[in-house]
């Protein structure tokens, strides 16, 4: 009895817990609100709701633990719908694969196989078509851009970074040109074993290419259809910005917000997510600090807030959200002192990993129009002291990316490749 009771117990707490749900609108006297359970300080958008009341989860337990738990060994699996193909009515298709019998498991299916043979091919013919249809011309062309040698390099050298291609294909598609921009991605992916996945766009809704929220859900609809038609198996990601999300509960934030920012609507980005469109979505962090003066909301507080929005949308459950930050380089070099950067690892790399984020992509090199670097280390890698801490950072090293331009290397691949595999597990190849 004692037993039973603790296993009641234990089912029924279950339950109860499973019951905090998504943000809705109730009253606060309904006797499913469960408000009262949440800590304190939690925001006013999140709110809890019993899919059970303790009282319903305590019933649903005693229905299946009864009788010595009679109802969950009744409770069997329905019996398959089985088809007689000799039977008058029923129609069965004839041109699929196999020989059209049941065979026991772990029994060959085709005739000769149990002696390591293939037969289906014993007469030379291509067993299987890459369904990509990506020519060995097209694979031996991405070799030659600056990312195939980029991705050569990689594995040549030997570093444990993951490889990710990172380009823009909105303008591709404003062009009227995705179909050719897509093919040459994929052949890219395909001509070095490894590669993650692609990045296929930045700043989506934050800049100026699209002009209407119709625009740029076919934007994202077409193109991850064709990179996955081209792809399939490999990650999609997308890189934007989401202004409201630092606003928290204030009203007028949000407001002005929505206003300034109409195409980045949370509703429009989540449902990317939860359609499975996009597999990671990098949010920059660029805005945080000046964004929201107007509400004295500092750098901080608005962080603190998006990433409650994250977690409160349940994000994290359809894709991986990462936190992107450009703040640690400057032109020439870092001139951040040891003190400085080991507070600035503090607020923009640990606070986003405590907070949600599951990676964290620093930008530790680019050129400008004019040709102007900015690094986080010294010219030629050169010490620096922001460079010096980030190297430090070993245990959380997997979590770590950064974005590589090979058209424009430092000193050269496998050097520059060397050492940015020294602070960063995962790396994102520019191809133009």
Not at 77 to 92: F, K, Q, R, V, W
Not at 279 to 302: M, N, P, V
Not at 317 to 326: G, S, T
Not at 368 to 375: L, Y
């Amino acid at each position: 009895m004692r037993r039973r009771l603790r296993q009641v117990f234990i089912i029924g707490l279950t339950l109860s817990l499973l019951g905090i749900g998504a943000p809705a609108a109730w009253s606060e006297d309904d006797d499913r609100n469960c408000n009262d359970t949440l800590p304190a300080g939690t925001p006013s958008y999140v709110v809890c709701r019993w899919l059970a009341t303790p009282e319903e989860a305590l019933d649903i337990a005693k229905f299946w633990l009864g009788n010595d738990g009679q109802n969950m060994k009744d409770a069997a699996p329905l019996p398959p719908i089985m088809i007689d193909c000799s039977e008058a009515g029923n129609e069965c298709p004839t041109d699929s694969e196999g020989d059209g019998e049941l065979h026991d498991v772990g029994s060959p299916d085709v005739p000769g196989a149990e002696d390591g043979g293939t037969p289906e091919c014993q007469a030379g013919e291509q067993c299987y078509v890459d369904p990509s249809k990506i020519t060995a011309a097209e694979r031996a062309a991405a070799q030659e851009t600056p990312a195939g040698r980029a991705t050569q390099a990689m594995a040549q050298t030997q570093t444990t970074m993951r490889v990710w291609i990172d380009t823009e294909l909105a303008d591709d598609y404003k062009a009227g040109r995705l179909a050719e921009a897509t093919k040459k991605v994929a052949a890219l992916v395909a001509a070095q074993p490894g590669v993650v996945g692609v990045r296929f766009t930045s700043q989506l809704g934050y800049n100026q290419t699209f002009a209407t929220a119709d625009e740029l859900d076919t934007f994202v609809t077409e193109t991850t259809a064709a990179l996955r038609t081209l792809l399939p198996g490999k990650k999609l990601a997308a890189h934007t910005v989401m202004p409201l999300f630092g606003c928290g509960t204030n009203d007028a934030c949000k407001a002005e917000m929505t206003k300034k920012y109409p195409l980045l609507d949370p509703e429009r980005v989540g449902g990317w997510l939860s359609q499975g469109y996009i597999d990671q979505l990098a949010l920059d962090s660029g805005h945080l600090a000046t964004e929201y003066a107007t509400w004295q909301i500092d750098a901080t507080q608005a962080q603190r807030n998006q990433w409650i929005e994250v977690g409160a949308r349940a994000w994290d459950a359809y894709a991986q959200i990462a936190a992107e930050d450009a703040s640690f380089a400057s032109a020439g070099g870092s001139t951040l002192t040891e003190e400085q950067a080991t507070k600035a690892i503090s607020e923009r790399i640990a606070a986003p990993l405590r907070n949600g984020a599951e990676t964290v992509t620093l930008w530790s090199r680019w050129q400008d129009a004019q040709g102007q670097v900015s690094r986080v280390s010294g010219e030629k890698w050169a010490s620096s002291a922001a460079w010096e801490q980030l190297k430090k950072l070993g245990s959380i090293k997997p979590r770590l990316s950064t974005v590589y331009d090979p058209a424009n290397p430092e000193v050269d691949l496998a050097t520059d490749l060397k050492n940015l595999s020294e602070v960063f597990g995962q790396v994102y190849l520019h191809a133009a």
